[in-house]
């Protein structure tokens, strides 16, 4: 075991411990002489020239000089990426940052707080700190537009980067339009794009999307920038878009309107082109309005042919509609369209589908106006006639309904109905109502029969 021996100061003056001759030895041993122990200095000799404090050292130059810094400008702050960023303090006017570096926390590490900071920055910063942050977007402008929170950053720059800097932006664009249409992300960029960028850029775009319109018009992500094409208005003369549209989509528009995203594309194809460019998509939907009318999403289709569209098309779809009314008016989806038709039709299609439904036949005495009084979707049409038709043609309904109580009470949808015929303030708004519509004091029940 190591013992520390103390050995007394030989000077003679005072007795007690020397600090510097303590000897330090091993039992069973002769101990070594006594030697001196000088402390070493505390940390390393501080000098106006050390490495720490010169800009030109390659470890600090990346950081104090980043962006052309110049310290000489005492009116500008700028704040080091190496210590964790204090984003409030860096949205300061006067602070400037290395702006990449947020950009590349955006990229590699799906960063939304500095898609959101770079985004409020752009609103209040100087036009230096600006343009200095929209280069750093437009270096990596596609891996931005395909990231979740970078794409919102690259439209940001459509509106305050300079002409150049949008040009940028467009070139990075260029040649990617199909990627980025089809893109969760990127869709949206390319429809800014088709809003900012000059009709040069927006007709190459174009021509990059026609290489595959039946892929993208009913692309879930590429359909919503067609619909951005069909709403542009061009200064020069437009791109023959519906010439390329119609040849690719000859004989298919039913099977696109039937489509979720297909529906979209055809009522805004409805809404924004020239008749002539329209003509052939409409045709093939009016000859197929049997098969969209029944569609989940084909039905707006023809709703908007119905409501909007010209009148030989409207007159056409309506006969069709008054044809198969009592099929119709029994189905999930060709139910809405009879319900769109009873609402902007007037009296004279409501006059029109009460003679259709209530045409007795001859083998059955049961007319099609009880069957859709107690169907699960055709009693919310009823109870709409029965509150909002004239006096005289809700009394005919109610007449016809009185006539099957014992059946329709039986029934779960068809006992709503019978309620509202039976129904005392029913009755009495019916006598004294002087206008039709006005008769909202009745229960109301959804197409599902629930309230």
Not at 155 to 184: K, V, W, Y
Not at 407 to 435: E, N, Q
Request: hydrophobic residues 35%; contains cysteine; glycine residues 6%.
């Amino acid at each position: 075991m190591y013992s520390r021996r103390p050995s007394f100061n030989s000077g003679g003056g005072s007795s007690g411990f020397s600090r510097a001759s303590f000897d330090y030895s091993i039992p069973g041993h002769q101990p070594s002489p006594s030697t001196s122990y000088t402390p070493s200095p505390i940390g390393t000799p501080l000098s106006p020239a050390a490495t720490e404090f010169t800009a030109s050292s390659a470890a600090s130059a990346a950081v104090w000089n980043a962006h052309g810094h110049d310290a000489s400008n005492a009116q500008q702050t700028y704040v080091s990426t190496i210590e964790p960023l204090n984003y409030r303090r860096l949205l300061e006017r006067s602070v400037n940052c290395n702006w990449k570096y947020i950009v590349d926390k955006i990229v590699c590490n799906n960063d939304q707080q500095a898609s959101i900071f770079l985004q409020q920055k752009l609103k209040i910063s100087t036009p230096e700190q600006k343009h200095a942050i929209v280069d750093a977007i437009v270096a990596q402008a596609y891996p931005l537009m395909v990231n979740r929170f970078g794409n919102f950053l690259v439209q940001r720059c459509f509106e305050h980067g300079t002409p150049e800097q949008i040009d940028g932006i467009a070139n990075a664009i260029r040649g990617n339009t199909l990627a980025l249409s089809m893109d969760a992300f990127g869709c949206h960029v390319v429809q800014k794009a088709l809003d900012c960028v000059n009709e040069e850029f927006k007709a190459t775009m174009v021509s990059e999307l026609l290489r595959r319109i039946p892929e993208t018009v009913i692309h879930r992500y590429a359909c919503h920038v067609w619909q951005k094409l069909f709403e542009l208005r061009w200064v020069d003369a437009p791109p023959q878009i519906m010439k390329y549209v119609n040849e690719a989509l000859r004989g298919r528009w039913s099977e696109v309107a039937l489509g979720e995203t297909g529906s979209l594309v055809v009522q805004n194809i409805f809404e924004n082109c020239l008749e002539e460019d329209k003509r052939p998509c409409i045709n093939e939907v009016l000859a197929n309005i049997d098969l969209i009318a029944h569609g989940q999403f084909g039905n707006w289709c023809i709703q908007h042919i119905c409501e909007h569209g010209a009148p030989a098309d409207r007159s056409r779809a309506i006969d069709v509609v008054i044809h198969n009314a009592p099929e119709y008016s029994m189905d999930q989806y060709a139910s809405k369209v009879v319900e769109k038709c009873l609402k902007i039709g007037g009296a004279e299609f409501l006059e029109r589908y009460l003679d259709r439904v209530c045409e007795g036949r001859a083998d059955r005495p049961r007319i099609p106006l009880i069957d859709i009084a107690s169907d699960q979707y055709g009693n919310y049409l009823v109870q709409w006639i029965l509150q909002h038709a004239s006096p005289n043609h809700r009394e005919q309904v109610a007449s016809h309904i009185r006539k099957h109580m014992v059946s329709l009470r039986g029934s779960k949808f068809g006992s709503r109905v019978g309620m509202l015929c039976c129904s005392p303030i029913y009755t009495r708004t019916t006598a004294t109502s002087p206008h039709a519509g006005t008769s909202t004091t009745a229960t109301r029940y959804n197409r599902y029969g629930f309230r």
